[in-house]
């Protein structure tokens, strides 16, 4: 079955350490891009990629990572720059520039709590 | 950068009943797509219903239908015959060239049996 894998959905880690979280599709999109969730909140842009090997920064970039060195991988990492990591993640993927007409697919999200 | 803004933090309406949800949006793009997701307490996102800017007629999906007023920049969301597994959050996206995909703050609908 097609579809984006985010893994693991919930992990712990403690201050200080820098953590991946990891989104793979199968579906042969282009476009990848990874949210932050607050409780209650709206869904933040961290990081998307249009391409391999491109990725550009969304409005709250800082602290995060990433990389795109495979069209169906983009993982995220949380580095210990980030002042409040604890927060609900989601991957999306969509088939990118010359596809427009099309909703971004979502993965069940991985919610990272750091103690 | 893109801006969505949806103004009602929650609503509640009760079952069978009509209810919309307001979005608005701040471009300066000719050419770009609108979404409404929707986000269950299971937190996974489904797409409820699309429009394309440079369409006049509004879309439709069932009970789900958008007012998009384009020169205002708004793009509510009407759902009819409110039912129970409509409780959810919902949120109001833009999609515009170069495929940064932006998200509003979204409104927590509760239907009320």
């Known amino acids: 079955d097609g579809g984006i894998t985010q893994s693991p959905k919930y992990l712990f880690r403690k201050e200080g350490q820098n953590v991946t979280l990891s989104c793979e599709q199968n579906l042969n999109h282009d476009a990848m891009y990874w949210y932050r969730q607050d409780p209650g909140q709206g869904l933040r842009l961290i990081y998307y990629?249009?391409?391999?090997?491109?990725?550009q920064k969304g409005d709250i970039a800082e602290g995060y990572s990433v990389s795109r060195e495979k069209k169906e991988s983009f993982p995220l990492t949380v580095t210990s720059a980030q002042k409040n990591p604890t927060a609900f993640y989601l991957c999306?993927?969509?088939?990118?520039?010359?596809?427009?007409?099309?909703?971004?697919?979502f993965g069940q999200g991985t919610r990272l709590t750091v103690v | 950068a893109q801006t969505v803004t949806q103004s009602q933090p929650e609503m509640s309406v009760q079952e069978a009943e009509t209810v919309t949800l307001s979005c608005t949006y701040d471009t300066s793009e000719n050419n770009y797509y609108l979404f409404w997701y929707k986000q269950p307490p299971s937190r996974q996102m489904i797409l409820v219903i699309r429009q394309e800017a440079y369409k006049q007629q509004n879309a439709t999906e069932n009970r789900f239908s958008v007012n998009f007023q384009k020169a205002a920049k708004s793009f509510s969301l009407k759902i009819s015959d409110s039912q129970l597994g409509d409780t959810a959050m919902y949120f109001c996206a833009s999609l515009y060239a170069g495929n940064m995909l932006t998200f509003g703050g979204g409104t927590r609908l509760m239907v009320k049996p």
């Open positions: 990629s249009q391409i391999v090997n491109d990725f």
């Open positions: 999306a993927s969509r088939p990118g520039q010359g596809v427009v007409y099309t909703e971004a697919f």
